[in-house]
């Protein structure tokens, strides 16, 4: 009979053994998934697309450069506030969003030139053009300036990249 409690006793230690090991390890496993969902954590807003070379010829006209664009999209399932967020090129263009909120799966198009702005639509107010035909960089930055998206293109995905 003492032989079997001993067994007992020795079978729990063990069974609180391996439960105490699995609790320490689990979060060390679940360690680099939080690292993977990262991206999302820094604000789940995409660039999804550059249309950099309007169709016609690059005469400057407002429908010219708003037929030039960047479009950015939220790809989380919550409303986004991206206000003082900024989008650049790889020179000195840059963006920075008035008070803005993107609804959960919506997109928002920052076109170049100049029009009244409304949920769907920004505009950088631009009398020149901002995405260059033979390549470029948009970068999507947070307000606190850490790069949340990146899409670059060069002239062979001509007229319209998408990321």
């Known amino acids: 009979?003492?032989?079997?409690?001993?067994?007992?006793?020795?079978?729990?230690?063990v069974a609180a053994a391996t439960l105490v090991a699995v609790l320490a390890v689990g979060p060390a496993q679940a360690a680099p998934a939080a690292r993977t969902a990262a991206p999302s954590?820094?604000?789940?807003?995409?660039?999804?697309?550059?249309?950099f070379d309007s169709p016609g010829p690059d005469n400057r006209s407002n429908a010219s450069l708003n037929?030039?664009?960047?479009?950015?999209?939220?790809?989380?399932?919550?409303?986004?506030?991206?206000?003082?967020?900024?989008?650049?090129?790889?020179?000195?263009?840059?963006?920075t969003f008035p008070v803005t909120i993107i609804s959960p799966?919506?997109?928002?198009?920052?076109?170049?030139?100049?029009?009244?702005?409304?949920?769907?639509?920004?505009?950088?107010?631009?009398?020149?053009?901002?995405w260059n035909n033979t390549g470029d960089r948009a970068t999507l930055r947070n307000a606190?300036?850490?790069?949340v998206s990146r899409?670059?293109?060069r002239k062979a995905d001509d007229p319209v990249k998408t990321c």
């Not at 954590?41 to 249309?51: D, E, M, N, P, S």
């Not at 950015?72 to 650049?88: A, F, P, S």
């Not at 100049?114 to 505009?123: A, D, L, Y």
């Not at 606190?144 to 790069?147: A, L, P, Q």
Request: hydrophobic fraction near 40%; include cysteine.
């Open 151 to 153: 899409c670059s293109y």
């Open 67 to 95: 037929s030039e664009w960047v479009m950015i999209k939220n790809v989380t399932r919550v409303r986004k506030v991206i206000t003082g967020w900024t989008l650049h090129d790889l020179t000195i263009h840059r963006y």
């Open 41 to 51: 954590a820094l604000g789940g807003v995409r660039i999804v697309k550059i249309f």
């Open 105 to 130: 799966g919506a997109a928002l198009r920052v076109h170049t030139g100049f029009g009244v702005k409304n949920p769907f639509n920004r505009f950088w107010g631009s009398k020149t053009y901002i």
């Open 144 to 147: 606190r300036g850490v790069i």
């Open 1 to 13: 009979m003492r032989s079997q409690h001993r067994i007992r006793i020795a079978l729990g230690t």
